[in-house]
């Protein structure tokens, strides 16, 4: 069974500046490559990497790059 | 139907066949997985972020995440797999045992799939300490370099695009290797799965090198005619896709 979310665009750039935010409160950084590396390092918190998977999402999304 | 009802339906079948894949071997039940959705992407991944519990004997030994990153491809034709993830996790640790990564579109320094072991041995510190300085991610091990020298910093590849490990076989390997509890006829789920992602990625093999396709039908028998101008058809034909070549 699969939960449905279908995102609209300026509210998943309000929600990924929040979690920005709230990740570098936390843990001194929104670098993503080094929140990665802390994350598959087992050095976040359940929490924390809740919000870091979160925001790989988003960013993966939002990106238009690729 | 719109474009959006379109992206709609492929999402959910996605989402449905990796869903399924995991009901039909774990018997995972309920909802485990979640599809986001934005624009022409979407993300489908275990609900949880250090994934679904895996038991052996009734107990928790192990936790498995899985996740998928999609959209279409160059020509908007094919759903794409642009990055996925299954990271195997010991049942109280936060950091991977090991980790099945790809990203389609890669550095081109590390395999776009790959495995990624998070343990240590010191024959492997030893061999990358010792190591020559021929490429940028070799320097940045050797003495004076900025990446730690062990096991987890190796990227062993996996067979690139087309030929990488899918989801199913991680599946196996876990019940083979570690007895992870299954359901009854999880070989005939896994089986079924793989046949499908096989299919798939054995059409994809053909349209990157197509003229390899046409002289394996002949020397089977099969009488396989060109269409289209012989001189475009030449070049298509014996054309390789770079992803047939890629590390």
Same mark, same amino acid.
């Given at each position: 069974m699969t939960i449905i979310e279908r995102l609209e665009r300026d509210a998943a750039i309000a929600e990924r500046d929040a979690l920005t935010a709230r990740l570098r409160d936390a843990v001194g950084s929104d670098d993503r490559l080094a929140l990665r590396a802390r994350a598959v390092g087992g050095g976040l918190t359940e929490t924390e990497a809740e919000v870091a998977v979160r925001l790989e999402t988003l960013d993966y999304l939002l990106d238009d790059s690729v | 139907m719109t474009a959006s009802d379109a992206l709609e339906r492929q999402v959910l079948a996605f989402a449905t066949r990796v869903s399924d894949t995991l009901e039909a071997v774990l018997? #995972?039940?309920?909802?485990?997985l979640r599809a986001t959705v934005l624009g022409e992407r979407f993300e489908v991944s #275990?609900?949880?972020?250090?994934?679904i519990p895996l038991t052996a004997r009734g107990k928790e030994i192990l936790r498995i995440f899985v996740k998928y990153q999609c959209g279409f491809d160059g020509r908007a034709e094919y759903l794409a797999i642009h990055r996925s993830e299954f990271h195997v996790l010991g049942? #109280?640790?936060?950091?991977?045992?090991?980790r099945y990564e790809y990203v389609r579109d890669g550095s081109g320094d590390v395999p776009n799939a790959h495995l990624q072991i998070h343990a240590h041995r010191d024959a492997i510190t030893h061999a990358l300490v010792a190591?020559?300085?021929?490429t940028r991610r070799a320097r940045r091990i050797t003495p004076g370099g900025s990446t730690l020298a062990d096991l987890k910093s190796l990227h062993l590849p996996l067979g690139g695009t087309r030929f990488r490990p899918c989801l199913e076989d991680v599946l196996h390997f876990l019940i083979e290797e570690f007895g992870v509890d299954a359901v009854d006829g999880w070989r005939s789920g896994l089986d079924a799965g793989r046949k499908e992602w096989r299919s798939l990625q054995l059409r994809s093999a053909i349209r990157d090198a197509p003229q390899i396709a046409v002289e394996t039908l002949r020397q089977l028998g099969f009488q396989v005619s060109v269409p289209g101008d012989a001189a475009t058809k030449g070049s298509e034909q014996t054309r390789i896709s770079r992803r047939m070549l890629e590390f």
């Open positions: - | 018997g #995972t039940g309920g909802a485990q #275990t609900v949880a972020a250090r994934g049942a #109280t640790s936060s950091e991977p045992l090991l190591g020559g300085n021929r």
